[in-house]
C-alpha cells in the first residue's frame, strides 16, 4: 500500500524503471508502461494519477505492473492483499494467477491466510517460528495436514456452518500464547500430542512414505 512514491504519477514508476534498464527511448518505455498498466487492469484515465488518487486495489495493480516490469522468472509476493478487502483481494489473486501462467513465471507467496493459497500455488511450505516444519503439495495439505501446527492452522478456519462471531476460548488464547520452547521441538508447547522425546530432541525435516517432507517425532 506504500510502495509508491506519492510525488510520482502511477505511470512514471513503471517508466523509470524500464528506462534505466534497457536502451529504449522515453516514448518506448512510457508506451510498455502504458501496455503493461492496461494488463492488469489500470486504464489510460488513471495512468497518471497520483497514488492518493488510486484506491487500494488500484495501487497493488500498479506494483504488480512494477514487478513485471522487466520480465522476470521468479515473482515474490509478500502477504500482496494484506490491506485489501475480500472482493478486491479476490481481483488481485485472479490478476496473478493469471499473469503467472501466462508468462510461464514462477511465484512464491508468503501469507498468513492459507484459503487464499487453494488453486494459487502447487506447493506449500508450512513455517513455524522461522523454520519449515512441514512441505507438499497444495491437495495433500488441505486434505490431510500432517504437522500439529499445520492441522492447528487449517482446524481455525471458519466453515459457512460456523459462526464467523466466535470468541476464543481462554484455554485457546492460553495455547497461542503459549511460549516456543528453545531446546527440543519449539512446538511442544502447544502441542496436543507432544511425548517426552519432544522434550529434549529437536525433530528434523525428512521425506514421509507419501513424499511429503514433515519435521516431528510423530513421524520420524
Known sequence: MNSLNPVKRAADHITEVIKVHSKLSSKESRDNA????????????H????????SGGMRQRVVIALALALSPKLVIADE???ALDVVVQKQILALLKREISQRGLSLIFITHDLP????????????F???????G????????PLHPYTEALLSSLLTLDEKSTHTPSMAELRET???????GCKYQNRCKYAFERCKTERPLLKETEDGRLVACHKYN
Open 47 to 54: 495512468a497518471d494519477d497520483y497514488p492518493h488518487e488510486l
Open 177 to 183: 500464547n503459549r511460549p516456543i520452547a528453545s531446546v
Open 80 to 82: 500482496p492483499t494484506s
Open 34 to 45: 502504458l501496455r503493461l498498466l492496461s494488463e492488469v487492469g489500470i486504464e489510460k484515465d
Open 116 to 127: 487464499i493459497l487453494s488453486g494459487l500455488v502447487e506447493h506449500i511450505a508450512v513455517m
Open 129 to 135: 517460528a522461522g523454520e519449515i516444519v512441514e512441505q
Open 137 to 144: 503439495k497444495s491437495a495433500n495439505i488441505f486434505s490431510n
